[in-house]
């Protein structure tokens, strides 16, 4: 099956401080990608999708200057979450679309999980 | 896109058959049923999916009968390491997955 991947797989930032999450398709040609989050003992949050070469939509409630999108080739996606705060500790996930091969299918990353401190 | 109703949690006994039912009554025509399994601080994983009948892979079956109201997963003789949530989905072609609360199994020894 396909693979996605994301980097880092955890990381600890001092508030206030930016960290970028990359999330890459390593087998397939990805045109679309979604970003998710996930807190303790709760089900994943779909945050944004992610559609190369174009802006990213945004959920109701999901701000599109805190969670910046890049998705600038058809294999890599990135989350910046910018001037973080503890709040924003959660475990983020994404997900990619392989639309030559089934486009019912989604693949997910490892997550990524994020601490402020 | 339809949503989904699945039991909060189930408990099982190691070397037992789940069956996790999901029902979908509102599912589209051209909807399929999709479960993934999530482990604790891992993405989900991809189990099956389907459109109507049964189908079965080296992991799970999974039965749906004629309306597609409601789906069966089945997890043939679980073992410890089965123990997850499960979610099932009915995701329309290529939009973004809607993640319900799902199914959290425990599996006892």
């Known amino acids: 099956g396909a693979v996605v991947s994301q980097h880092p797989s955890r990381v600890i930032c001092k508030s206030g401080t930016s960290v970028k999450i990359e999330c890459r398709s390593l087998?397939?040609?990805?045109?679309?990608m979604f970003w998710y989050r996930q807190f303790p003992k709760q089900s994943l949050m779909l945050m944004a999708t992610?559609?190369?070469?174009?802006?990213?939509?945004?959920e109701q409630g999901v701000e599109k200057d805190k969670f910046l999108i890049n998705h600038a080739s058809l294999t890599l996606s990135t989350l910046t979450v910018t001037s973080a705060h503890p709040e924003d500790s959660s475990f983020y996930i994404c997900?990619?679309?392989?639309?030559?091969?089934?486009?019912?299918?989604?693949?997910f990353g490892p997550g990524t999980r994020l601490t402020v401190t | 896109l339809a949503k989904t109703t699945q039991p909060i949690s189930m408990d099982s006994y190691e070397g037992q058959e789940v069956n996790i039912t999901c029902s979908h009554n509102?599912?589209?025509?051209?909807?399929?049923i999709t479960w993934y399994q999530q482990f604790p601080s891992q993405g989900p994983r991809f189990i099956i999916q389907?459109?109507?009948t049964k189908v079965t892979n080296e992991v799970a079956s999974l039965f749906i009968p004629a309306d597609r109201k409601s789906s069966t997963l089945s997890l043939p003789r679980v073992s410890l390491s089965d123990t997850a949530v499960y979610y099932c989905?009915?995701?329309?072609?290529?939009?973004?997955?809607?993640f319900g609360k799902g199914t959290r199994l425990s599996v006892i020894a």
């Open positions: 087998d397939f040609q990805a045109t679309t």
């Open positions: 989905l009915a995701p329309s072609g290529n939009t973004p997955l809607v």
């Open positions: 509102n599912i589209a025509t051209n909807d399929y």
């Open positions: 992610s559609n190369e070469g174009s802006k990213a939509t945004y």
């Open positions: 997900s990619a679309l392989d639309r030559e091969w089934d486009p019912n299918e989604q693949y």
């Open positions: 389907g459109y109507k």
